[in-house]
């Protein structure tokens, strides 16, 4: 035989009723799982586990002791998410454009690529420009379909680069001041390594 409610039970019971519509969120801790995986939440303040599985945001996974928030939604809870108290941030992910070592086979197309090391560039092509800030090797036959300026030293053949040489015009038209000149120009020539 079932017990008859009191009237103070009635009244208590619509209290508490009450009381739950008026608050917007609710925190608990998970001290258990059904079978299905959800939580059973035991809510702050109260002593016994709730029976009742409240859904929950397909970003949380519950698991048990996790502290959680809830959200009054529709006549019931939603778990949020799990909070985390006094528990060490995790480390925040490098921003996803930064690697330390990165492979690609095929195609990529980069619109900017910053380099600080070495970098092994297989059949690359650039259109708007390229700056290099200290040397450069290049392995292979190299083209350039447009104009290349530097402002810095050159040399050509394995030869040590070397600073802007120059040859003074030819005031003169003698045989000897313009074999002068040339072997003149040979000379800087060569110092290029292109003779």
Known sequence: MSEIITAEEVVESEKKEQEEIQ????LGIVKGL??????K???DGEEDVSEK???????Y???????VLLA?????????N??????EPPEPPK????????????????????????????GAKFTGGVDFHNGVDFHNSTVCKSSFRTDGNLGFFNRTPTYKRSVRSLYSSDNSSLKNKINEMINVLNQYGLF
Do not use: M, W
Request: no cysteine; glycine share 2%; aromatic share 12%.
């Open 23 to 26: 608050q917007p969120f609710k």
């Open 34 to 39: 059904f079978d299905n995986k959800t939580a």
């Open 41 to 43: 939440i035991q809510f």
């Open 53 to 59: 599985q409240y859904s929950y945001l397909a970003d």
């Open 61 to 67: 996974k519950p698991a048990v002791n996790d502290r």
């Open 72 to 80: 009054r939604v529709a006549d019931t809870y939603i778990v949020i």
């Open 82 to 87: 799990k909070i985390n108290y006094k528990v």
């Open 95 to 122: 921003p996803s454009n930064t690697f330390d070592l990165l492979y690609v086979t095929g195609t990529a197309r980069i619109r900017t690529l910053d380099v600080n090391g070495n970098a092994e560039l297989q």
